[in-house]
Each structure stands twice: as C-alpha cells, then as structure tokens.
DNA sequence: GTGGTCTAGACCACC
DNA sequence: GTGGTCTAGACCACG
C-alpha cells in the first residue's frame, strides 16, 4: 500500500489516501477482492491520527470502491462502480481543461501533452519511478 | 469577462475565478496589459460578495498573473511568470495523471482521451459551447 | 508572541503583524518549526478582528514565510525562502538608503548612524526596551 | 528633477515623489531656495495626473521643506524644518530595525551592513549610479 | 480545537 | 471611480 502523504498539501490528507487509492484501482494495482491494511495499522504507517484513515476508507465504502466486514477488514468491492455519466463526462472534461490549460501557459502544443499523457501512462502501470509526484494527483 | 460560478460547487467561488481567469490566459483569451472589470463590478454581475472576487484577484497577483494600481483598476501582467521546471514538470504529470485514471476508470483508453482533448482544446480556444462545465476546472 | 499593534498607524496592522514576525524570524527569536497562536487566539490578544490576523498570516504564507496545515495549526516554515539575489540588494539598499536620508536630515553622520545600529542590534537580540517603538518598522 | 514612478509600486505616486525630494535635499541635490517645476510640468514630464504632483507638493509644503509663491511658482525652503525630536528617533531607529532585520535574513552582520551604508552614502552624495533603485526609498 | 470560505457592511487613500 | 483595510458575524471542513 505505497501511499504517500503530504501534510501541508492544499488536498486534505484524506483526499489523497482517497485519489491514490482510486488511483491504483483504475489502474490495477489493486485488484478487486483484495484486502486493505487496517485504517489503524495505515494510519501508524502513515504517522496520522487513525480517524483520517477511517474517513478515506469511509468515504470510498460509500462510494462503493470498498467494503468493510465486520471484524475481518476492508476489501476492494468486487465489482466496482460505474459513476453517473453526466459526472464522468464533467469530471474528465474539467481534467482535460486542465491539463491542457497548464501545457498552453508552458508552450506545450496538443502534442507534446499526448506525449506526456504517455510517459504517465507508463509510470502508472509499471509501478511508481517517481514515488513523490504521485501524492499530487 | 464571462466567468460561471456555481454556488455550491466543491471548488471554492474565488478559486473558480481564478481558474477561468488562468485558463483565459493560457489560451489568449485574455491578453497581457487587458484591464479586468472591477471587483466590485464584477462581484455584481456574478451576484457575489466583492471581497471574494477581490481575494482571487490577490491571490492571483502575489502569483504574479495580475497587477493592481492604485486608483486605477487590475491589469494582466505584460509579463507573465514563468513556474519553476520542476513546479511545471510535476503540475502537468500530476494533471496528467488524474485525467488517465478518470480515463481508466470509466474504461477509456489513451485514444479515447485524446480525442476528449481535442474538443476541450476546440471549446477553450473558440467560444464557450457548454458554459456550464467550463466552472469545472 | 509579543506583537504591539498601534491602531491609527499608517501602517496597517495586518503590516504590522507581518513585520514583527519577519523581524522575530530574522533575529532567531521565532525558530523554524515553531508553531505560531491560531490567529483567532492572537486576534483576541490583540483586540483585532480574526480575519486582520489571518491576512497576516496568509501572505508571509504566500511569500513563504509560514505554513499551515488544517486543523492542527500555523507553523514557521522549517526552509525559510532565499529571496532571489536582485530582490535582496534592492531591498537592503533602499533601506540603507532610507536610513542615511533620515540621519543626515537630522544632521546625524555615518558614525552616528552606526551607534544606532548598535542600539537597534541590542534591542532586537535582546528584550524589547521600547516596546512602543517596535512597532514602527 | 530626475524623479523615477514606478506605477505599480506599493508605495503611492506621490509618496514616491515625496520621498525621492526630501531625499536630494537631505543630501544637498536640491539647494534651499532652488526652484521647482511646476507641478503640470513635472506631471508631463512623469506621465501622471498633474493632481498628484499637487499633492505632493502640498504635502511637502505642510512640512515645511517647499514653499510656493503665487505666480512665481514652488521653492525650496530656505530654512529646513526640523522634526520633532520624538519623531525623529523613532522614524530612524524603525529604518535602522528593517535595515538589519533584512539583512540578518540574508546572513550580513553588523560589519556588513555598515560596508552597505558606505556604499549607499557614496551613491546618495555622488549622483546616481542606479537610478532605478531610488524610486524605492 | 484548527483553518477555509463567505457575507454585508463600513471607512479610507489614491488617481 | 478605483483598490486597501477593517469589522463582526456566520457556516463548513479538517484532524
């Protein structure tokens, strides 16, 4: 469960366990089925107050990526959800607008993203070269 | 100045103005030594506290895209900042990133994604065709 | 934190407070790490609204100063910034500069100038002899 | 006259202007009794609204450092007023305060800081090898 | 408890 | 007219 925290991070500490976790799963990483540290122990791990765990897993329970059973632990759902479409279109449109908004204001050209886009592409299914930068997402 | 905000959105109301007013610089939209509307002015049309139009002018001029003159109004810098390398590099992965795993998870693959840039480029560049999402980033 | 705030001064308070922190940060008497009263606690101390304090605090946040983090409080940054090297000499030579205006209007020379920063050395190294005048800078 | 604005600098046009006159008199530039432009003139020659010279003009009349003659136009005064010895101490310990406060930020020690002033004073008395820099006192 | 945001009002300084 | 500062309140999110 590498995850990396940033405490001062204008994300809240709970939002990045939450988009890392997300993160791995869209990805593969983490596979359905598959069981979760404790929000205790990840909250040892990590150096944070347990309740911040407890509230990134609580959230992703309700958004139906994880499941908790009773005294055996929490586990990625096996079959994961499908967000609204509205949601979804809006939601990768923003990331879109985005992404492209910072390459623009460097001079990047649509060209230069999809190269980029690549390279992540990469770096996120063949684990984690550069550990820290995956906090920021 | 065309600028959505929507109440109750996740992203607070002056970071939703500073987006749309960066993503306006990126593109051209907006051009060095442009004189901005008033935060005053531009409070009332967006029906809004002119403090909070004031905090995302502040906050983008200690950024360095605006500059204030006293008595005379906010203009868009002549020069506009250039992020550090290692700033930019990790803003546009970690941007990157999270549009792939959106991506993923809705089951798009880098294809896909690139043609969902191309229209967010087409609609950032001409006219506003879904205003609505455009409060978004 | 001993800050004195002198309410009808041109300077503005929130100003006030910025410098007497820089001040404290330059001379040791705040260490990095340090954590600073939650502006609410030093708003009451001084008889200022909260918000005064915390515009405080969120430029010498900007500017690098300090640092927050949610729910736990404001810290002095542990890596204090190196202003760019330009920035510095003009600012150390406006201030010389300012300095020596003042001293010849009143007919002081460069020797006289020096015992003041003598005095002005000891004073802020060591208690506050003039706590009225502290306030000025 | 040469009198440098900088539009967007904090401190107010005609504080720039005042600064920057008291200053060449402080160090002789300007000679008691010596003429002045006229404020329209000065005005043309700066690019600002001739009211802002006015006002600085004033408000270095208030002081007691310019006098004007109606008709003839504005002088300097032939005897220089003198501050309020409360005044006066306070204004330079305050600059002498900021002085070393900078430079202690950037690791200059008191030997330091009087070289900067030997500099400075040669620079005020012996024209104006950067006149850029002076529009910041 | 902490900081983060927003409101509705006020008064001032500047150009 | 512009921006600059300050107040006194409110509600929310975070740890």
Redesign the interface.
């Known amino acids: 469960m590498q995850i990396l925290i940033r405490?001062?991070d204008e994300l809240?500490i709970y939002r990045q366990i939450m988009?890392q976790i997300?993160?791995a799963?869209?990805?593969g990483r983490l596979q359905p089925g598959e069981k979760l540290p404790s929000h205790r122990e990840l909250a040892e791990e990590l150096v944070i107050a347990p309740l911040t765990v407890k509230k990134a897993y609580d959230e992703l329970e309700s958004l139906g990526f994880l499941e908790t059973q009773r005294g055996r632990g929490t586990f990625v759902c096996s079959r994961?959800p499908?967000?609204k479409m509205a949601d979804?279109?809006?939601?990768?449109?923003?990331?879109?607008?985005?992404?492209?908004?910072?390459?623009?204001?460097?001079g990047?050209d649509?060209g230069g993203?999809?190269e980029?886009?690549?390279?992540?592409?990469d770096?996120?299914l063949h684990g984690s070269h550069?550990a820290a930068?995956?906090a920021?997402?």
Request: glycine share 4%.
């Open positions: 405490p001062g809240p988009s997300t993160e799963l869209a990805v994961l499908k967000l979804q279109r809006e939601q990768i449109e923003a990331a879109a607008r985005k992404l492209l908004s910072l390459a623009y204001m460097v990047v649509l993203v999809v980029i886009l690549r390279k992540a592409e770096e996120l550069s930068s995956r920021a997402g």
